[in-house]
């Protein structure tokens, strides 16, 4: 920055911001290292226009990283889903964009495995149909949780004696041609 700018212009110069970009912006003035300004991104206008902060030739600004949340197990898509500006996303919501369960998860001995802010790993084990049933609460996870959505081993057996049944009777078919 040749002078100065406001701080969307030169977030729009630099190309935007990318889909993992967290919502929150922080500015050290060079000329006040010791006491950096920060800014939150929002998408409402009024918010949005507070933020637009004048920044000079020599600040560094850095833009945070968005947390993520990682599905696994059995669900139809397991992957990590952005906390789009969010410092928290329901399970729920995350469930549903990792398209749901499928036909074999054990639902109610889910675990989020949490990492908490001495470093420690937090087992937290969670009624998830109970949850997708609105028998039960829905639970905010956290960017870095880990949610894992086991199988079911009597689903499976049941699955595995279903399709065994289905080939015996394909076999059978043929056999009387």
């Known amino acids: 920055v040749l002078g100065a ?4 212009d030169l977030l729009a110069a630099a190309g935007g911001v990318t889909p993992a970009a967290g919502g929150v912006v922080t500015i050290t003035h060079h000329d006040n290292p010791d006491h950096p300004e920060t800014v939150m991104l929002s998408n409402n206008p009024e918010h949005s226009m507070q933020g637009d902060v004048q920044v000079y030739q020599g600040d560094i600004v850095d833009v945070s ?10 669900v139809v898509s397991p992957s990590g889903f952005v906390m789009e500006q969010q410092t928290s996303m329901m399970l ?3 469930i549903a964009m990792a398209h749901g369960p499928n036909g074999s998860a054990k639902l109610n001995n889910t675990d989020i495995l949490r990492r908490t802010s001495n470093g420690q790993q937090q087992l937290i084990r969670v009624q998830l149909g109970k949850i997708l049933s609105a028998k039960a609460p829905d639970v905010p996870l956290q960017a870095d949780d880990i949610v894992y959505v086991p199988s079911s081993s009597a689903k499976a057996v049941a699955k595995a004696a279903a399709s065994l049944a289905q080939a015996v009777a394909i076999v059978g078919v043929a056999h009387t041609w």
């Open 65 to 74: 990283k968005a947390g993520i949340v990682y599905v696994v197990g059995e």
């Open 92 to 94: 729920t919501k995350a």
């Open 5 to 8: 700018g406001r701080l969307f």
